[in-house]
């Protein structure tokens, strides 16, 4: 499945379908084992007693029969089992391949944009979101293709017995699969949607009930707040009985029909004796095998039960694919990025009434102009709140910006441009550490990096010492984010990260934050001397050597 697609059933059941094919097979032997096996019992316990009534049971073949009947069980039963097996293995093949597709649809989200997928409450509705969708080949496909196969192979047994009776069979089956399931589905599938949608809203409510529980009551407004409450669980409550109606009234519904094809069966398969005024079954048919054939339908019954409240199911994930559809952005044209026509390292970096702003607030810097030259170190100051980081995330083609930038005298659109973002190295105030070693987080910077190279780049930031005192050294796993590290060590790991990539310009944010004065210069004199960077570009609060002989431009 690819990721330019949106989501539809049809796709998430025919992703594997050699996948989905083993559980079908297995559930329709399954199901038309358990048919037979109510067929075939039927016929013999009728002809056994009929044995016995008439003095024949001490000839009659016991064994062949309860054989055939140990053996339908037998298969039932592995094919149930085997079903189950196999659908729990193509389900979780599926939920793979949804999560593979939301994560990439956040990839391909514009990171400027990326918090609308970050939300709590669209974090939690996508796990609910994901329940729903992968029960719809268990509980809305697999129950249609098993009522199907039953009744075309009860109507196989059925003309056998007696042509006529295929012309109830088709009706009956016309009735139970299509019509019923259709009606119910057009009574109550907009009381589906609706009750999908309260519940969200529903856990939302509570969620934020507990966390603004206190200021609720000492403000007062608990009893309306409750209120609200009481409204939307009563909504939620009338829209379950009319669900609940809806299957209900269906299996009534899948019940007649049933008792009506039984009731046609035996008018077809006899006649009314008028001397005797009793109703006998037509010379060509054996009672044995018609009660064999009334269990049958029984049977079948049994099995297409489940389609009457598949509309519950299938509503349930229709509202959980469209809301997951919402994560879909439909690929834009690509269109040549003018960067790429500039040859050569960035030498020049020019911007023009200049202003950084991050999409969700709109907050961010007021508009500056500023140039910077290869061989220059700016140093960006202000108060805070002035929108030091900001300008610096826009400057490194990470957030959204007004006005215009020139690089090397040529104007190009900074965010999301990767030509450009390739040739520097950026920063942030919060940077990310992998779960991974030491050594592996240094060498996302650069994959080929010797050993050499990274005890010199962790010597630069002033950690060699701290990691040549662990146990493992530079194969020291740390933990999710870096939790395990102080603030500190996470920025200088970041930064030694960064300076093995040896991009020609460096942009850092407040890379001094936390640091005692000798860590400062350490690092000072690294970036001037053996990881010089050709353009500079930091934000700090701190004075430092850097700051020493570098421009300075003020919030």
């Known amino acids: 499945m690819k990721k330019t697609t949106k989501l539809s059933l049809r796709q998430l059941v025919f992703t594997n379908p050699w996948g989905f094919v083993v559980p079908v097979l297995l559930g329709v032997v399954a199901s038309l084992s358990g048919v037979a096996l109510l067929g075939v019992s039927g016929w013999f316990i009728s002809a056994a007693g009929l044995a016995t009534a008439v003095?024949?049971?001490?000839?009659?073949?016991?064994?062949?029969?309860?054989?055939?009947?140990?053996?339908?069980?037998?298969?039932?039963?592995?094919?149930?089992?085997?079903?189950?097996?196999?659908?729990?293995?193509?389900?979780?093949?599926?939920?793979?391949?949804?999560?593979?597709?939301?994560?990439?649809?956040?990839?391909?989200?514009?990171?400027?944009?990326?918090?609308?997928?970050?939300?709590?409450?669209?974090?939690?509705?996508?796990?609910?979101?994901?329940?729903?969708?992968?029960?719809?080949?268990?509980?809305?496909?697999?129950?249609?293709?098993?009522?199907?196969?039953?009744?075309?192979?009860?109507?196989?047994?059925?003309?056998?017995?007696?042509?006529?009776?295929?012309?109830?069979?088709?009706?009956?089956?016309?009735?139970?699969?299509?019509?019923?399931?259709?009606?119910?589905?057009?009574?109550?599938?907009?009381?589906?949607?609706?009750?999908?949608?309260?519940?969200?809203?529903?856990?939302?409510?509570?969620?934020?009930?507990?966390?603004?529980?206190?200021?609720?009551?000492?403000?007062?407004?608990?009893?309306?707040?409750?209120?609200?409450?009481?409204?939307?669980?009563?909504?939620?409550?009338?829209?379950?009985?009319?669900?609940?109606?809806?299957?209900?009234?269906?299996?009534?519904?899948?019940?007649?029909?049933?008792?009506?094809?039984?009731?046609?069966?035996?008018?077809?398969?006899?006649?009314?004796?008028?001397?005797?005024?009793?109703?006998?079954?037509?010379?060509?048919?054996?009672?044995?095998?018609?009660?064999?054939?009334?269990?049958?339908?029984?049977?079948?019954?049994?099995?297409?039960?489940?389609?009457?409240?598949?509309?519950?199911?299938?509503?349930?994930?229709q509202v959980g694919l469209r809301r997951l559809n919402q994560l879909y952005d439909a690929p834009k044209d690509s269109e040549q990025d003018t960067f790429t026509c500039i040859a050569g390292q960035l030498r020049r970096l020019s911007f023009q009434h200049w202003r950084g702003f991050h999409a969700a607030s709109g907050m961010g810097n007021d508009a500056i102009d500023l140039t910077i030259e290869t061989g220059d170190t700016l140093w960006i100051r202000g108060g805070s709140g002035s929108g030091k980081s900001t300008l610096l995330a826009s400057m490194a083609g990470d957030c959204l910006s007004t006005g215009q930038a020139l690089i090397n005298d040529e104007v190009t659109e900074l965010f999301g441009n990767t030509v450009y973002q390739q040739q520097l190295s950026y920063l942030p105030q919060a940077p990310y550490i992998f779960q991974q070693s030491i050594a592996a987080n240094l060498r996302l910077g650069n994959p080929d990096a010797t050993v050499e190279a990274l005890w010199s780049v962790l010597g630069a930031v002033a950690l060699a010492d701290w990691v040549k005192s662990l146990p493992n050294g530079l194969d020291t796993l740390l933990s999710s984010q870096g939790r395990n590290l102080s603030g500190g060590q996470r920025k200088r790991l970041a930064l030694a990260r960064l300076l093995l990539r040896k991009a020609p310009v460096l942009l850092l944010d407040e890379p001094f934050d936390g640091l005692d004065k000798a860590t400062i210069e350490t690092i000072c004199l690294s970036l001037q001397q053996d990881y010089k960077p050709e353009i500079l570009v930091l934000v700090s609060h701190v004075g430092s050597l850097l700051g020493d002989h570098a421009g300075v431009i003020e919030l």
């Open 55 to 317: 003095g024949a049971g001490m000839f009659f073949n016991y064994l062949t029969p309860g054989a055939i009947v140990r053996g339908l069980s037998i298969f039932r039963t592995a094919g149930r089992y085997g079903e189950q097996v196999a659908a729990h293995n193509h389900l979780l093949g599926l939920l793979k391949t949804l999560r593979l597709w939301v994560w990439d649809q956040r990839v391909a989200k514009d990171a400027a944009n990326l918090h609308e997928q970050t939300r709590g409450d669209l974090l939690q509705r996508l796990v609910s979101d994901l329940d729903q969708i992968i029960r719809w080949p268990l509980v809305v496909f697999l129950p249609w293709i098993y009522a199907v196969a039953s009744y075309v192979a009860v109507s196989i047994f059925a003309y056998f017995i007696l042509p006529a009776l295929l012309w109830p069979m088709a009706t009956a089956a016309l009735l139970h699969i299509v019509v019923v399931p259709y009606v119910c589905g057009r009574f109550a599938s907009h009381a589906v949607h609706v009750g999908q949608i309260l519940g969200v809203h529903r856990r939302s409510r509570f969620v934020s009930l507990f966390s603004a529980l206190v200021t609720l009551t000492i403000r007062g407004h608990w009893k309306e707040y409750a209120k609200r409450l009481g409204q939307l669980d009563e909504r939620q409550r009338r829209t379950e009985i009319h669900i609940q109606n809806a299957v209900s009234v269906g299996r009534f519904l899948a019940y007649w029909i049933t008792v009506s094809l039984i009731a046609s069966s035996f008018y077809l398969v006899s006649e009314l004796d008028l001397p005797s005024g009793r109703w006998m079954l037509l010379d060509n048919v054996q009672g044995t095998w018609v009660v064999g054939f009334v269990l049958s339908l029984l049977a079948v019954n049994e099995l297409a039960l489940p389609l009457v409240q598949s509309f519950v199911a299938q509503g349930q994930s």
